[in-house]
């Protein structure tokens, strides 16, 4: 197996600096994706938050599951099932403004960890963008300017899980897809896999290590980046045995802030004759993501070229 990027964010305070932003370097450029350990989140909270969230889902989600179409869905087919994902999902919202004592279900010393939990993964969040920044020559709090709307950048987890299927074959737990923010935060399962990404035309597993949280890149990074760093297609498996958790959380732009390629880049990447990324509002990149979200980013890009040559360019003026 490739090896795959795992970042000891330990290493950043010492004489090992350098290395590690290598790797945090190498990671962004050429894989999308890579895993944090020694992140600052404590172990213990960590498995309070596995605890109540493998409760959650037994108490209310696993009986509504098998319930729905979604169990109905493989009795008797052949093909596979391309228009549904073996999950079981809820979502909460944590910026500009919180939904968590409005989600049902919840018990209350669940919503005082998951409250809890994103503030923790919202620092660590900012923190990486300022990695990010040192890495690309942008100055510190750049990406975290770029994402602030006029209320700040929008915050959000999807808690997923995906249960034992009984045809893995026929269906996959996620499909693949971009995500379309910014910086993705995952809390993965130790013990079930099942995520997968695609380099170099290979699916390679992301793999299950306790405690650690792995960082994927958004379209918006894409980008901002003018295309230095890449958003890469990812999946999820289904497995017939064991009930995979996964906590995402999503630090995205705030729905009214523009992206656009960072200047500095441009300038760079302009001399290498690269082709510059559009620049819209984070807003409209979403109303088109949500019907094309297991299609191409590219023409999504397009797309919003488009939109903003129209812009760009103004009314036509008729006779």
């Known amino acids: 197996m490739e090896y795959f990027p795992v970042i000891n964010m330990e290493k950043l305070n010492g004489e090992e600096r350098g290395a590690t932003m290598e790797l945090i370097k190498d990671a962004c450029e050429n894989w999308g994706f890579f895993e944090l350990m020694n992140h600052g989140i404590p172990h213990e909270f960590m498995d309070t938050v596995e605890r109540l969230t493998k409760e959650h889902y037994k108490k209310c989600m696993e009986e509504r599951f098998k319930d729905l179409m979604a ?19 809820f979502y909460l919202r944590h910026l500009p403004q919180s939904n968590i004592s409005e989600v049902p279900d919840l018990e209350d010393e669940y919503r005082e960890v998951m409250k809890e939990f994103a503030k923790r993964l919202e620092k660590l969040a900012e923190e990486l963008l300022d990695l990010l920044c040192e890495n690309l020559g942008l100055e510190k709090g750049y990406l975290k300017q770029a994402f602030n709307g006029a209320k700040g950048p929008n915050f959000g987890t999807k808690v997923s899980n995906y249960p034992p299927c ?14 379309a923010g910014g910086i993705i935060l995952l809390f993965q399962d130790d013990k079930v896999s099942g995520l997968q990404l695609l380099k170099d035309g290979q699916w390679i597993d992301v793999p299950p290590m306790r405690h650690s949280i792995v960082i994927n890149l958004g379209d918006q990074l894409e980008v901002i980046t003018n295309g230095k760093y890449k958003s890469i297609l990812h999946r999820v498996i289904a497995q017939t045995d064991g009930n995979r958790m996964s906590i995402a959380s999503f630090y995205n732009p705030g729905s009214d802030a523009v ?6 880049l441009v300038e760079k990447q302009a001399e290498e004759g690269k082709e510059t990324y559009p620049k819209f509002v984070f807003d409209d990149y979403m109303k088109l993501y949500a019907g094309l979200k297991f299609q191409a980013k590219e023409p999504r890009f397009e797309a919003m070229k488009a939109i903003e040559t129209n812009v760009t360019m103004g009314p036509i003026a008729t006779a």
């Open 166 to 179: 009984p045809k893995p074959d026929l269906i996959k737990g996620l499909r693949a897809h971009t995500d």
């Open 259 to 264: 992206i656009y390629p960072a200047p500095a």
């Open 71 to 89: 169990t109905k869905a493989l009795e008797g087919v052949q093909a596979e099932v391309t228009d549904m994902d073996w999950e079981s999902t």
